[in-house]
């Protein structure tokens, strides 16, 4: 599978992100209709209050990952189960690096913690629906989603991407939207020690 991915960030200030991109009850009821819904540790409903646990942080600072597809791999996904199975094996790759990453941040930002892009894919079958605790509670991290958050707003207002959606083949890309809460923007310089900075977008 041939692609590449490029990394764009941003920082905003808590409070102007969720009046601007939160939208509990609209999007929760999209998560309702999810087959990951209360399956996935890292997926609504949730068992804290939102508001308690997001007021600590004043900052957020947002993660674009835009995955290209070259042409080769869109050609050889011609029929529904190959753009099915590539699709998300491309995805699923690079969300579960990224989010490494992410926690390799934490370590160097005090006080901060990353949020995901869509469910926890950590382990093949998620504890959640047998009511065991998570497996691997030091790696996962909640969706921003999760928390009701407009992905296809912010890919669109603060990186000025439209997302594109597997249709009838490949889309030219796709993309992921993280976070990592604090109390301070991150500087450019520790995106790049991570590895989640390019030049372009």
Partial sequence: MGYSVEYRSDHIEMPRFRQKYQD?????????????????WSCPPLSFDVDTFLEPYTWINVLCAKIRLDAET???????????TIGWDIVSAVKLD??????????QVPESLSLSSGGCSL???????????????DKMRYSL??????LTAITKDVFHIDILWCRDSLP????????LLADKPVPEKLWRTVGLYSEEI
Avoid: N, V
Avoid at 98 to 107: K, P, S, Y
């Fill in 123 to 137: 382990c093949k079958s998620c504890t959640r629906k047998s009511g065991a605790p998570c497996r691997q509670p």
């Fill in 74 to 84: 869109i050609r050889t996904a011609d029929t529904a189960e190959k753009i099915k």
């Fill in 98 to 107: 990224t989010d490494e990453r992410l926690r390799e941040m934490e370590a």
């Fill in 24 to 40: 509990r009850d609209k999007f929760m009821a999209f998560c309702r209709e999810c087959p990951r819904y209360d399956s996935l």
């Fill in 172 to 179: 030219e890309y796709f993309t992921l939207i993280h976070g």
């Fill in 145 to 150: 989603d999760a928390f009701g958050f407009d």
